[in-house]
């Protein structure tokens, strides 16, 4: 390559040219950064354009033409932006308060602009950004507030990148609840805010000790606050105003509400008195709460005694209160301060005493019913009236002295007499009046005339008390407004009518029967109607004939009747009428018996009440209906010879029947069941069908009958599969449809040979087959299209699908390698399946050695990609045709050598027990550390660097010494790094004053 080049992304490539000869050109480069080409002109290959994707790019540039298989290449770096993360956090703090620092990860940075500077880069006053090891810290304390939209360049290698967030800074609120406040517990809810104030505050919220209720609790001039039952009871109630800023700390102030408990006073009850009675005590109900001090005043002019009393007070009404009728009492309590007086008021009604006058006593008839009582009747004085009885009859306005009425019970009529009782109801504080007076009740009359009878023109004089009777009176007399003549017409059981021609002209009578009432009841009459019927006639009319077909007939033709109340047909059969009591509309619809019975007998009869029924009769004769079955449908093709159209066809109670069409083919046995067949014509064939239709010649009166077919003309089909198909097993399913075509088709269907899935097999544009394992591994499989038409043979062709197997490279399990190693082997589990021809390459900048070996192909990694951590490794096998390439990858992780420094040695005293061993330790690039002695004794937290403890063995002190070790365990590919250092262990001394000893006090020293 001309050239070896670095670049931004995005930037431009300098040309990378390389001089060939002997090519004629070049094949599909492989390994250029997305948005670069190569291009072969005159012996050079050009290669050209603007990365869009960073990384180490080894190119591969295959020559084409002449002899040999060379490739071009070469390696492009493309490094990526920078770029910065978003901010750790978006705070909002109080003003010279400090910031919990903020962090911005970044990558491919070397710093940033303005670091360490105070205020720069629109951050608050007191805050600045440093950038170390990738990451940009804001840290200070900001002196002002406002919101701060800072924005950080970085500095370093490729793009323009700036960090950017939002620091919200605010000022600390002050709070002043105001001054103290009185109240009256009845006062309710009272504005609170006088003298309150707030600064700096985003909300304020008033709160209380209280359980009372607050109105624009965030208000600070409407705020409202009602003392609940508890405050009251607990006199008094602290306000607290609390003003929030967001990021400072809220400001509080208090103040105090004092409850005073309002008077209470109950006046109590309302009271009566009666104008002739004594002085009455008002106190009833009476009350008053938190003061002792009470007066009783009123609006009239009576007469109180101890009008400073809740229980002795009286008060006697004067001459003007008595005709007012009532005067209003009130009871003041003193409040006390800030309290107001609060009184409580009743009334005392005055009433006059009441009088009655129930009126004259009342004779009536038990027939009529609700009677009028009030005549004679009179109250004065009254709150109200009422009437009552000692019986058990129904009042209606029973507390009125004009509408009242008083409907005796049969209990009443049965007593013959009521007491009626007028009560003045008196007006509160005075008596009831009361006065009575007497219903008498005399039993109405009561005929009854009996059910209405009938009879003939013809007959005797009729017996006509059937069902009559008379209560409550003896004397009784049938009329009627006839000209008949009547025989005991004074008698309930003998009397008889016998009707005059005028009657029977009329055809009826109305019979009256009269029973005479006893004073003060009217004579009862009670009525029935003599029906007085003519003898009835009947015609059935002409007998009839009809077929098992023709279904309900009307039998009506030729019938009548004369003098009838009513006809009704009737038949010895089981069949159905409709309007049966009709001379005009009746039908009959014979049953299956009927017909198989073949006659039946109808009746006609006429009926009139009070006479004997007329009856006439005539016959049905039912012939069964031909019924001829054509059977199916059937089909026959162009080609086909004359084709037997009788099958399921039949012919019942006729065996005369002919074979016709709607075509213009030929029949042969045309009166045939069995026989008969039929050959198309051309025009019948250019139809597609033609009509079967079987007559049967029906019996009379039945009417030929007859039952149609279709028999269905199909076109021989045609089918073409198409063209042969490759696929490679990778591809699943396909298309098979290409170059397939059918005609006079009523259906396709695709089959194969293999076992593999159709989609759509019905159809010739849209079916899919996806070959199965089976179908892969035999590498062809035919498929076959079969065209269908109804009576023709099935058109079928085929055509064969070859299946070549997909390339299957497999790179093997990740593995991993040392920094400090050399190159390392990485087809450890890697095959490739289906072609021999393979490639390793990475995404890293690394080298390889046998890089189209399956076993041999090792990759040193680069310092780039020790940097990174670890690269992609891919393996591409090259598909054969119709196949693509196949790729598989997997992971190379590059550790780090780790390191480990146990520390400074250690001195200790025996007697010191467990001690801290990590001072001076310390390991780098470790997946783990781990500490070790070749003494006995106790480690806890063995696997820290900073709180591991060691407590010596009794074998460790006599030792004298233990030899520490420090492991850090490498991460996967690397070695495990070792260091020690000793702990010297001193035995500590040991004292013994030997046992307790006892000495007097009187003796010398001991």
């Keep these: 390559a001309s050239s070896t080049p670095t670049l931004c992304i995005s930037t431009p490539l300098t040309n990378i040219t390389h001089a060939t000869t002997l090519a004629t050109g070049i094949g599909v480069a492989t390994g ?88 720069a880069n629109g951050l608050p006053a007191g805050v600045s950004a440093t950038w170390a090891a990738n990451v940009i810290t804001i840290t200070g304390t900001p002196t002002a507030s406002g919101v701060f939209a800072y924005s950080i360049p970085l500095t370093g290698s490729c793009g323009s990148i700036n960090a950017t967030g939002i620091i919200t800074v605010t000022a600390a609120p002050t709070a002043v609840a105001g001054t103290a406040i009185a109240t009256c517990s009845s006062d309710g809810a009272i504005n609170i805010t006088a003298g309150s104030s707030a600064t700096n505050q985003a909300s304020i919220l008033w709160t209380s000790n209280g359980t009372g209720t607050f109105v624009d609790a965030a208000s600070l001039t409407t705020c409202t606050y009602a003392p609940s039952a508890a405050d009251i009871t607990a006199g008094t109630v602290i306000l607290t105003l609390t003003a929030t800023n967001a990021g400072c700390t809220d400001a509080i102030d208090t103040k105090t509400i004092t409850i005073t408990v309002a008077a209470a006073p109950v006046a109590g009850t309302a009271i009566s008195t009666c104008s002739t009675s004594a002085a009455v005590n008002i106190t009833a109900g009476s009350s008053a709460t938190n003061s002792s001090n009470i007066t009783w005043t009123s609006d009239g002019t009576g007469t109180f005694t101890d009008a ?15 005709a007012l009728g009532s005067v209003n009492l009130t009871l003041t309590e003193t409040g006390n301060a800030p309290c107001a007086n609060v009184t409580s008021n009743k009334t005392l009604t005055i009433s006059t005493p009441t009088t009655a006058v129930a009126g004259t006593p009342i004779a009536t008839c038990s027939s009529d019913g609700a009677i009028n009582i009030t005549a004679g009747s009179s109250a004065t004085n009254q709150a109200s009236i009422l009437w009552t009885s000692n019986g058990t009859g129904t009042f209606v306005d029973a507390a009125s002295l004009t509408t009242c009425t008083y409907a005796p019970s049969a209990a009443d009529i049965t007593a013959g007499t009521v007491i009626l009782t007028l009560t003045a109801i008196a007006n509160a504080g005075c008596t009831d009046a009361i006065d009575t007076k007497t219903i008498t009740i005399t039993v109405a009359a009561a005929p009854v005339a009996g059910t209405a009878i009938s009879t003939c023109s013809t007959s005797a004089a009729v017996n006509i008390t059937t069902g009559s009777s008379a209560t409550n009176s003896s004397n009784i007399t049938w009329t009627s407004d006839g000209t008949g003549t009547f025989t005991d017409a004074t008698s309930l059981t003998l009397c008889t009518y016998l009707p005059s021609a005028a009657d029977i002209a009329l055809g009826s009578v109305n019979l009256t029967l009269t029973e005479t009432g006893n004073a003060p009841c009217a004579n009862v009459t009670s009525n029935k109607t003599l029906t007085i019927s003519t003898p009835s006639t009947a015609v059935a009319g002409t007998p009839i004939a009809t077929c098992s077909s023709d279904g309900a007939i009307n039998i009506t033709a030729g019938s009548s009747a004369t003098n009838q109340t009513s006809i009704l047909w009737t038949s010895n059969g089981t069949g159905t009428f409709v309007d049966a009591a009709s001379l005009t509309t009746c039908t009959y619809a014979p049953s299956a018996a009927d017909i198989t019975a073949g006659t039946v007998i109808l009746t006609l009869t006429a009926t009139n009440a009070g006479c004997t029924d007329a009856i006439d009769t005539k016959t049905i004769t039912i012939t069964v209906a031909a019924a001829p079955v054509a059977g199916t449908a059937i089909s026959t093709c162009s080609t086909s010879a004359a084709v037997n159209i009788t099958a399921g066809s039949s012919a019942t109670n006729s065996s005369n029947i002919t074979w016709t069409s709607d075509g213009t083919g030929t029949f042969t046995d045309a009166t045939s069941l069995t026989l008969c067949t039929y050959l198309p014509s051309a025009a019948d064939i250019a139809l597609g069908s033609v009509n079967l239709t079987l007559t049967e010649t029906g019996n009379a009166p039945c009417t030929n009958v007859t039952s149609n077919k279709t028999l269905t003309i199909s076109i021989p089909p045609t089918a073409v599969a198409g063209t042969p198909i490759a696929t490679c097993s990778s591809d699943g399913a396909i298309n098979i449809t290409a170059g397939s075509s059918a005609t006079n088709q009523t259906s396709i269907l695709w089959t194969s040979n293999g076992t593999g899935t159709f989609v759509d097999a019905a159809s010739l544009t849209t079916c899919t087959y996806a070959p199965s394992a089976a179908d892969i591994t035999a590498g062809t499989v035919v498929l076959t299209l079969t065209a269908t038409n109804a009576g023709c043979t099935d058109a079928i062709d085929t055509k064969t699908i070859t299946i070549t197997v997909a390339a299957a490279p497999v790179a093997g399990t ?144 006599t030792a004298g010494t233990v030899v520490l070790t420090l492991t850090a365990i490498a991460n996967t590919g690397c070695t495990d790094a070792i260091d020690t250092k000793t702990i010297t262990i001193t035995v500590a001394p040991t004292a013994v004053a030997g046992t307790a000893i006892s000495t007097c006090s009187t003796s010398a020293a001991v």
């Design 32 to 119: 250029l950064p997305a948005g670069v080409t190569a291009a072969w002109a005159a012996n050079v290959i050009t290669i050209s354009g603007t990365p869009t994707a960073s990384g180490v790019f080894a190119y591969s540039i295959p020559l084409t033409g002449g002899c040999g298989s060379i490739n071009a290449t070469g390696t492009i770096t493309v490094t990526a932006n920078m770029t910065a993360a978003a901010a750790s956090s978006t705070p909002t703090l109080c003003n010279n308060t400090p910031l919990t620092n903020i962090t911005h990860v970044t990558t491919l940075a070397t710093g940033i602009s303005n670091s360490g500077v105070l205020g």
């Design 308 to 322: 400073t009393s809740l229980t002795l007070c009286t008060y006697l009404p004067s001459a003007a209160d008595i």
């Design 814 to 957: 990740a593995i991993s390698t040392c920094s400090t190693s050399a190159a390392v082997n990485i087809t450890a589990g890697s095959s490739a399946t289906n072609s021999s021809n393979i490639t390793w390459t990475s995404d890293g900048t690394g080298t390889f050695t046998d890089a189209t070996s399956l076993t041999l192909c090792t990759y040193l990694p680069s310092a780039a990609d020790i940097a990174l951590g670890s690269v992609n490794l891919t393996l591409t096998e090259t598909g054969n045709a119709p196949c693509a390439n196949v790729t598989s990858n997997k992971t190379l992780t590059i550790s780090i050598t780790p390191t480990a420094v146990a520390g400074t040695p250690i001195a200790t005293c025996s007697s010191d027990g467990a001690i801290n061993i990590t001072a001076g330790s310390s390991a780098t690039n470790q997946a783990s550390i781990l500490w070790t002695s070749n003494g006995t004794g106790t480690f806890v937290d063995a696997a820290s660097l900073t709180t591991c403890t060691y407590a010596p063995s009794a074998a460790d002190i």
